[in-house]
């Protein structure tokens, strides 16, 4: 018998009320009918053009967001149900990493007061047990001990986000949610960034729902991919299947845009995916993909595809074509 997953998000959908034009009050769908489920000490990669949902899908499992309809389970519990003692647990073991690492930080504190702060809100420790906590996280993220007295507008930006990271896993969390950690990081920063992550991972048994628009660095750190489009899930498989026979338009647009991607793949240089995303007060009927997609049929614009096995990838697709887009050659020459 399998294990629970760690992480199992069923039909998560997220709506916001807006004014639009002179039609008056819609409704914008940033998430619509979302699956997922992330197993223990994997790294699942949220991948997708901005404006797809990745954020909010991120804010919602750290309950920053409550959902239009949907549930989350974290460990087995709705977290959405939690109280008192058990939705104090759930925030200890539930992290989150920010994409800026400056304005997730206190300005007015210096780092050791910042990475000491959620061990004295959840009562960890005395005072100079903390202290010798911060200086352990602080040495764990690869930074002397003695920069706990400085404050964050005296570092630099992969300082800042190390300091972050130190933040997020004072309180041993089994989950951190990582929402485009190193995208405002100079390159050779993300680098080192990138293999801190991945050793923090395996050295502390880390679990880690990884959200970012760069395909390289998903494809560097995770086991697991979720390409996500117009707030839906239309490819979901492990990161090797995804990567070298995406089964998706989509995915395969979205892989031959990065040259140094195409590799086994075999995606064509410099390809680039047509047109506009559709806006998600407005989402096209059928397949939400169809107005952009190259293989587009009738059955595209009237009916909505679901996530379904596709043998020639290995991967989760919702595309009528699936098969065909994994093994058809044809395709790439198309996008």
């Not at 628009?213 to 995770?222: P, Q």
């Not at 290995?314 to 009528?320: E, F, K, P, R, T």
Request: hydrophobic share 40%; charged share 25%.
């Amino acid at each position: 018998m399998s294990e629970s997953p760690l992480l199992e998000i069923a039909g998560i959908s997220k709506s916001y009320p807006v004014r639009h034009g002179g039609d008056g009050r819609r409704e914008l769908w940033a998430l619509d009918d979302v699956d997922l489920t992330v197993a223990a000490n994997t790294v699942l990669g949220i991948v997708g053009e901005s404006g797809c949902g990745k954020s909010t899908l991120a804010r919602t499992i750290v309950l920053l967001e409550e959902p239009t309809r949907g549930t989350v389970r974290f460990d087995g519990v709705d977290i959405h149900a939690l109280q008192g003692d058990q939705l104090r647990m759930f925030r200890r073991r539930v992290q989150m990493v920010f994409q800026d690492p400056y304005g997730a930080l206190p300005p007015r504190m210096d780092v050791g007061t910042a990475v000491e702060e959620p061990l004295s809100i959840a009562g960890w420790g005395t005072g100079a047990t903390r202290g010798e906590r911060v200086a352990h996280l602080l040495e764990l993220v690869g930074l002397p001990a003695s920069l706990a007295r400085r404050y964050p507008h005296q570092l630099s930006g992969g300082q800042r986000q190390r300091v972050n990271i130190a933040r997020a896993i004072a309180l041993d969390p089994d989950l951190l949610v990582l929402d485009e950690p190193v995208s405002a990081l100079d390159v050779s920063v993300q680098a080192q960034v990138l293999n801190l992550l991945r050793d923090l991972q395996t050295r502390v048994g880390l679990t880690y729902l990884f959200i970012s628009h760069d395909l390289r660095v998903v494809r560097y750190l995770c086991n697991e991919v979720a390409v996500m489009y117009l707030g839906r899930i239309v490819e979901r498989g492990p990161a090797r299947s995804v990567f070298e026979r995406p089964a998706h338009p989509y995915t395969a647009a979205l892989l031959g845009s990065i040259p140094d991607l195409g590799g086994k793949g075999g995606m064509t240089s410099g390809s680039r995916l047509r047109g506009e995303v559709p806006s998600p007060i407005d989402r096209p009927p059928g397949c939400p993909f169809h107005p952009r997609c190259p293989i587009a049929r009738e059955i595209c614009a009237t009916e909505r595809p679901e996530l379904r096995l596709a043998p020639a990838s290995g991967s989760y697709s919702a595309c009528h074509f699936a098969d065909e887009v994994a093994g058809a050659s044809g395709l790439r020459e198309r996008l």
